[in-house]
T-cell receptor, first 111, second 113 residues
Framework: GQSLEQPSEVTAVEGAIVQINCTYQ??????LSWYQQHDGGAPTFLSY????GLEETGRFSSFLSRSDSYGYLLLQELQMKDSASYFC????????????FGKGTTLSVSS | ETGVTQSPTHLIKTRGQQVTLRCSSQ?????VSWYQQALGQGPQFIFQ???????GRGNFPPRFSGLQFPNYSSELNVNALELDDSALYLC????????????FGNGTRLTVT
């Protein structure tokens, strides 16, 4: 089966850098994805890592180490609007292209 | 480009009743998946449809069933509702290719009393 572990909460101040870690166990690995969800909103796709290394998209970066079954999401120059829940996710090899999500990390950014 | 839309946004049902939730996929997407999200938890995969066929299912009982229509819209049906079914139900559409990101709707908030 698949399982993902990520911290439940992270707090930071505006302008800071925060890293959200994710470790996973899967029976087959097809990459690690990250999604953001604001309170009461829909999850939105942030990034995908299929290969080891760093992917950068603006203020957000995501890293993957397949040998360590580990990845992280790095958020730079934090803004208040970044306060949200962040989920790492892996594909379920038994279910087409569906994803299995972690329990999520709630990020609170204060001024 | 129209995004994923779900209806209704909120619903209150009584234990034992049946409910149908609806989802319109994003234009061009042939794959739809449904997720249940309890408060403070991550989305839990229910099942996925690709071109009207179920091609994957999570750890949910058979009273959770679904359909996908030729226009790729979809329904989630839940029979014999239980109190624990109270949750946010999310629909997501995608191109159905490896690594295609999921595009989620805003969900239906179901409350079972």
């Amino acid at each position: 089966g698949q399982s993902l572990e990520q911290p439940s909460e992270v707090t930071a101040v505006e302008g800071a850098i925060v890293q959200i870690n994710c470790t996973y166990q899967t029976s087959g690995f097809y990459g690690l994805s990250w999604y953001q969800q604001h309170d009461g909103g829909a999850p939105t796709f942030l990034s995908y890592n299929g290969l080891d290394g760093l992917e950068e998209t603006g203020r957000f970066s995501s890293f993957l180490s397949r040998s360590d079954s580990y990845g992280y999401l790095l958020l730079q120059e934090l803004q208040m609007k970044d306060s949200a829940s962040y989920f790492c996710a892996v594909r379920d090899p038994q279910a087409g292209t569906a994803l299995i999500f972690g329990k999520g990390t709630t990020l609170s950014v204060s001024s | 480009e129209t995004g994923v839309t779900q209806s209704p946004t909120h619903l209150i049902k009584t234990r034992g009743q049946q409910v149908t939730l609806r989802c319109s996929s994003q234009s061009g997407h042939n794959t739809v998946s449904w997720y249940q999200q309890a408060l403070g938890q991550g989305p839990q995969f229910i099942f996925q449809y690709y071109r009207e066929e179920e091609n994957g299912r999570g750890n949910f009982p058979p009273r959770f069933s679904g359909l996908q229509f030729p226009n790729y819209s979809s329904e989630l049906n839940v029979n014999a509702l239980e109190l624990d079914d109270s949750a946010l139900y999310l629909c997501a559409s995608s191109l159905g290719e490896n690594h295609s990101p999921l595009h989620f709707g805003n969900g239906t908030r179901l409350t079972v009393t």
